[in-house]
């Protein structure tokens, strides 16, 4: 087989501090394994991800590792395991038929699925060949020279990438950090950078805001644990809306939104002025209890381009999430 050649298409990577994203690295004559010949990646991401602990059901081709992650079309290696008849190390295979805990291998993707005949797998360690995933925790640049191998066994030539983070940043960047979970239609707060798609309580608040706020939202639109990217989504066809528990009344829509990135990296901002006449009629309406602060409901309206699976259907489409709670409180200091 010929050397893998590395496409160097993605030669520049930029990237936030602290966003959470991910990179594919590609070339050509499958090769199963890549290796940093000198340089390094920025500080906090991981190359080659690994589960180890990966067990196999001979008897129904079945994988099982708990959370695994994995998504169907991924490419994984084995790098070890024991038992499995039928199966290599140093081969590539793809995920299919993805759960939470569970998953099968083709040779192809999108093939059928492999049978492994006569033996179980029991510690069974994958990786992903050519990924980049995590988060960078420094600002810089990173240059690294990757070399890709296949099973001639032979390398490719060295290829520089070069990668920089920008420094993390509260304008124009966001002061809270929402997912927008479209399998479950939740909003969940998030106050780390591992991504966490599990909802408050419904009477539970995600945000405390005070009048005269400047409320600057970062949304990610997720499935499960991947990201999701809906395409051109014009400014301000994101729509952040308040309103009292009772009455029922809006009090606060936002007024403007714009999404940046692409893949992975995207996400939408969103900004939200608390102010104006009626959000200080919502605030008389608690004086009996001090008129400091007062729950209130929110959800999230989203317009984006369709896909066209349908014929008929409009150009755009709207999806409206669950709602979940504010609390608003009034500014102290305003005379």
């Not at 039928?86 to 590539?92: C, D």
């Not at 005070?210 to 409320?215: A, Q």
């Not at 309103?243 to 714009?258: F, M, Q």
Request: aromatic letters at 8%; one cysteine or more.
């Amino acid at each position: 087989m010929s050397s893998p050649i590395i496409d160097p298409e993605s030669g520049m990577l930029i990237y936030p501090q602290w966003l959470t994203w991910e990179h594919q690295f590609a070339a050509t004559n499958s090769p199963y394994d890549w290796s940093v010949a000198s340089g390094g990646f920025p500080t906090g991401m991981t190359f080659q991800p690994t589960l180890t602990g990966v067990t196999g059901d001979y008897g129904t081709d079945v994988f099982t590792k708990t959370a695994h992650g994995l998504s169907d079309g991924m490419a994984v290696v084995f790098r070890a395991k024991t038992g499995g008849t039928g199966l290599a190390t140093n081969t590539v295979y793809y995920v299919i038929n993805a759960a939470t805990d569970t998953f099968q291998l083709t040779s192809t993707p999108g093939g059928t699925v492999l049978d492994f005949t006569t033996s179980n797998v029991s510690a069974g360690t994958l990786y992903r060949p050519g990924l980049l995933t995590g988060y960078a925790t420094l600002p810089g640049i990173s240059d690294v020279r990757l070399i890709a191998t296949n099973t001639g066994p032979t390398n490719s030539a060295e290829q520089l990438f070069t990668i920089g983070i920008t420094a993390a940043a509260v304008v124009p960047d966001a002061n809270c950090d929402l997912v927008w979970d479209f399998a479950a239609n939740n909003i969940i707060a998030q106050d780390s950078s591992a991504l966490n798609l599990t909802p408050a309580p419904r009477d539970t608040p995600i945000l405390y805001v005070k009048e005269n706020d400047d409320l600057i939202i970062r949304l990610r639109l997720v499935k499960g644990a991947s990201v999701l990217d809906l395409g051109a989504i014009d400014d301000d066809n994101c729509k952040l809306v308040l309103k009292e528990l009772e009455p029922d009344g809006k009090i606060i829509v936002s007024d403007a939104s714009r999404k940046i990135g692409t893949g992975d990296a995207n996400s939408i901002l969103i900004h939200a002025k608390i102010t104006g006449g009626q959000i200080k009629a919502a605030f008389a309406n608690y004086e009996a209890d001090g008129g400091t602060l007062f729950a209130s409901l929110a959800e999230i309206e989203l317009t984006y381009p369709n896909p066209g699976y349908f014929e008929g259907t409009p150009a755009d489409l709207v999806r409206t999430s669950r709602t979940f709670r504010i609390q608003t409180e009034r500014d102290l200091g305003e005379d």
